[in-house]
């Protein structure tokens, strides 16, 4: 075996180094940065190059994004602006019999593009919303799994983490990538409420929804008030979080910032509406935002970081031209390869995190997607959705871990819970992947 290895280019012993460290459960990041250190080594290069190549692969504009925009949503989720729209969209379904499965799966969507970070949405609204679905006839696993599915696609529907570093790395304007997500995430959401019936207990109570969240958080709102009095009255509360999302992509698509900007009057706007218009603004939940913002920001940030050398590794050695060859050599027609480069995203996808992914893995891909003729924005979307599916997979799906602990359950009862939605994202994978007009019809309308 090790003869076999020996013959192999420096990339391709990278890329086994990288994966063998996975499985000694070395950290992603460390194992990026040490597998490409190694094929450095092998290749005869100086690692005094290590910190240049680190240095230049994350002084990128760009990539700014990423930090402001996990630290926004933080924000959110700490100043209470996450509970009072879950509480608006509670009060607006009524009496709807299992209306908290819709509840659940449009303020999950609406947070999305919010906080652009499935973990945080899930830990953020995941507590208020599971909780109101048990209330209302769902299963505790269900209830979890629609979380993790609907904090998942928070990486399509912008402003997503994701598209800015698909944005980043394509060299793909991110604003148009923003604008082709919006119809692809809508239509997500709505194939994922066509599943709740499947959630409910049989012979679960249809009791008013509305009734049932005014027991649990009537610390919010009046429950003498009539039912349009407190739709109104919750709509109030909420209207400056509800705002957000007008106020980020509103911007960037009248001119007024870049989508980089955005995420910096995303942060601003949530110490706006935390320290003047809800007064929820403390020292210490400013403390608590910011540490958590940083502890996730700096697990991209290193992935960033190290990736860039990995990166290098691949331009020099052409693994880049070796393996889209391969790809190219599978088959004359488009669609079969389309097939084979989802199969491994998925394959790929259950095993990394969604940023390590797409630095392994669009070095390769985007010579195959310019050669074939595909849209790359079209492209990135359908990536976007394909590695929303790992967030939902075992055995690395960040948001199934993060769930089990906010719900107590084990990782196995929270994936079995987010099964229905896996293949709900593969149909939603498949129509977007059928239809490209779904991803581009926003942009030749704003043209």
Not at 101 to 127: M, N, R, Y
Not at 159 to 174: C, D, K, M, N
Request: proline share 4%; charged share 10%; net charge neutral.
């Amino acid at each position: 075996m090790f003869e076999v290895f020996a013959t192999l280019s420096s990339g391709s012993q990278m890329i086994l180094v990288f994966f063998l460290l996975l499985l000694l459960r070395v950290p992603v990041a460390f194992s990026l940065g040490l597998s490409a250190i190694y094929a450095m080594w092998h290749m005869g290069f100086g690692l005094d190059m290590v910190g240049d190549l680190i240095a230049t692969g994350i002084t990128k504009f760009s990539l700014l994004a990423i930090p402001f925009f996990i630290l926004a949503g933080t924000l959110m989720g700490v100043l209470g602006i996450a509970e009072r729209m879950v509480l608006f969209f509670r009060v607006l379904v009524g009496g709807l019999p299992g209306g908290m499965g819709v509840v659940g799966t449009v303020v999950c969507l609406f947070w999305g593009a919010v906080s652009g970070s499935g973990p945080a949405s899930v830990a953020a609204i995941g507590p208020m919303i599971i909780k109101g679905m048990e209330e209302d006839g769902y299963r505790k696993a269900y209830a979890a799994g629609l979380v993790c599915t609907g904090a998942a696609l928070s990486i399509v529907i912008p402003p997503s983490i994701g598209l800015v570093i698909y944005g980043v790395i394509a060299e793909t304007s991110i604003s148009k990538l923003f604008l082709a997500a919006i119809i692809p995430g809508l239509l997500m959401g709505g194939i994922m409420i066509l599943t709740l019936p499947l959630g409910r207990d049989k012979g679960a109570k249809t009791g008013k929804v509305d009734e049932l969240c005014l027991a649990t958080m009537g610390d919010l709102v009046d429950t003498n008030l009539s039912y349009k009095k407190r739709l109104w009255s919750t709509f109030r509360d909420s209207f400056w979080g509800l705002l957000t999302p007008v106020v980020i992509l509103g911007g960037i698509y009248s001119g007024a910032f870049t989508p980089t900007e955005a995420a910096l009057v995303a942060t601003v706007y949530a110490l706006f509406v935390g320290g003047l218009a809800y007064r929820t603004l403390t020292f210490k939940k400013l403390y608590e935002a910011l540490s958590d913002a940083a502890a996730s920001s700096s697990v991209v940030m290193l992935v960033v970081a190290y990736a860039s050398l990995s990166g290098w590794v691949v331009t020099v050695d052409d693994l880049v031209g070796t393996y889209s060859g391969l790809l190219l050599g599978l088959s004359s027609n488009e669609w079969v390869i389309l097939l084979v480069i989802m199969l491994i995203l998925l394959i790929v996808g259950m095993f990394m995190d969604a940023v390590t992914v797409m630095f392994i893995s669009l070095p390769i891909f985007m010579p195959v997607v310019h050669e074939m003729g595909w849209d790359p924005i079209w492209f990135g979307v359908l990536l976007m959705i394909n590695l929303s599916i790992g967030l939902i997979t075992p055995p690395v799906g960040i948001n199934l871990y993060v769930a089990a602990n906010v719900t107590k359950l084990s990782i196995e009862s929270v994936a079995k819970g987010a099964l229905p939605f896996v293949f709900t994202c593969l149909l939603g994978l498949v129509i977007v992947a059928a239809f490209p007009t779904l991803s581009l019809m926003l942009i030749e309308i704003f043209r």
